[in-house]
């Protein structure tokens, strides 16, 4: 009983922070698509279709990661594939960080940081997560 008392709090855990990467993907879907012109000026960046697309983008990605998180038994691949997207998608931030510094306005900046830091929050909890199911 105990031991499968504490298989649930594990699963739990990573089925939690799937469901948190779920509702940040849509804030930022909802935000992308919806307020794109003024996050483009928060930015200082004068294309915004590419923010329409990123949060077209975030579409599939919130389905699949809700998929994961909703399946009945949790699927450690699937679970995998979601950690490492969410970790890609750090390293492709700070990449366009590095590559649009001088674009950039502060505030800009500091988006894009927050949310990778944001979505590196999200990959280590949902790979601690999945620790704890071995």
């Known amino acids: 009983m105990q031991t499968q008392a504490v298989s649930q709090k594990n699963d739990a855990m990573l089925r939690n922070t799937l469901f948190g990467n779920v509702g940040f993907t849509l804030i930022s879907l909802l935000l992308f698509l919806f307020a794109s012109q003024a996050v ?6 004068s294309y915004r ?8 983008g975030f579409i599939p990605f919130a389905g699949f990661v809700f998929w994961v998180a909703s399946s009945r038994t ?26 649009a510094w001088s674009d950039l306005m502060i505030a800009g900046r ?25």
Request: hydrophobic share 65%; net charge positive; no cysteine.
């Open 40 to 45: 483009a000026d928060l930015m200082g960046i």
């Open 49 to 56: 279709w590419v923010l329409v697309v990123l949060g077209l």
């Open 74 to 99: 949790m699927n450690t691949q699937m679970a995998k594939i979601v950690i490492a997207l969410d970790f890609g998608w750090v390293l492709l931030s700070y990449g366009y960080l590095i590559w």
């Open 110 to 134: 500091w988006f894009v940081f927050i949310q990778a830091e944001a979505v590196f929050l999200f990959g280590l909890f949902q790979y601690l997560g999945l620790r704890r199911l071995r």
